[in-house]
């Protein structure tokens, strides 16, 4: 049965650039996410990387930890490092997994056998403090992934944990966000002091409460 959103994220015990990791101990109060590519060498893949790198203070600001992983081996991934500073500028700076035995590959259903049967495709999982997945996508080899839009569910997901809020269509950090239908008028303006817009019974919006 391939993973699903809320399930517990398979831990694992794996090599990588940074040495031995276990996904639990590596990743400890914060979130995660775990990113496969389909193999070291490639141009998509080798952008990707460099952007990750470019990106890493903005996960820190989330408190969350990058990993990626693909079934290249650790002696590939090190000799590839050079190569992505290279091309891209960035200095690889998080762990990148050698999963030359598709243990986490099939832990996490990263292999598609209907688009290659031996190579991972691009999957992201955020995984929360709480270990549990919050989020899966998965892209083909051709497209590269826009991590700015990681980040922006990120921002989402940390914030309706904490808040009894969703966030619409295209919403970005800093923008209105939508009361829970559930809470009635009354409780929102005690629960929202910022006060909101009433655009239907079931659509209210408030400025983000955490800001
Ligand atoms: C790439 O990163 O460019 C790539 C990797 C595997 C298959 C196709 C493209």
Redesign the pocket.
């Known amino acids: 049965m391939s993973i699903q959103l809320g399930d517990e994220a398979p831990n694992f015990t794996a090599d990588s650039t940074e040495g031995e990791i276990t996904l639990y101990d590596y990743l400890g109060d914060g979130w995660g996410i775990l990113f496969s ?3 070291d060498f ?5 952008t ?1 990387l460099g952007e990750v790198a470019k990106l890493k203070g903005e996960f820190e600001k989330r408190n969350t930890k990058v990993l990626g992983v693909s079934v290249d081996p650790l002696s590939s991934h090190e000799s590839w490092k050079d190569d992505i500073k290279d091309a891209t500028g960035y200095s690889l700076n998080y762990p990148l997994l050698a999963d030359p035995d598709h243990k986490i590959a099939d832990l996490y259903g990263m292999i598609h056998p209907n688009a ?1 049967d031996t ?1 991972t495709v691009r999957s992201v999982f955020i995984i929360g403090a709480d270990k549990k997945v919050k989020l899966m996508i998965t892209y083909p ?2 497209t ?1 992934r826009n991590f700015d839009e990681i980040l922006r569910v990120l921002d989402s997901l940390q914030l309706t944990a904490n808040f009894q809020v969703s966030t619409p269509v295209n919403w970005k950090d800093g923008d209105d966000v939508i009361i829970a239908p559930a809470i009635s008028d009354e409780d929102a303006k005690t629960k929202f002091p910022k006060g909101f817009r009433k655009i239907k019974d079931y659509l209210r919006f408030t400025p983000q409460p955490n800001r």
Not at 42 to 46: G, I, L, Q, R, S
């Open positions: 590519h389909p193999k490639t141009p998509v893949c080798t990707e290659n190579l080899a051709s590269g």
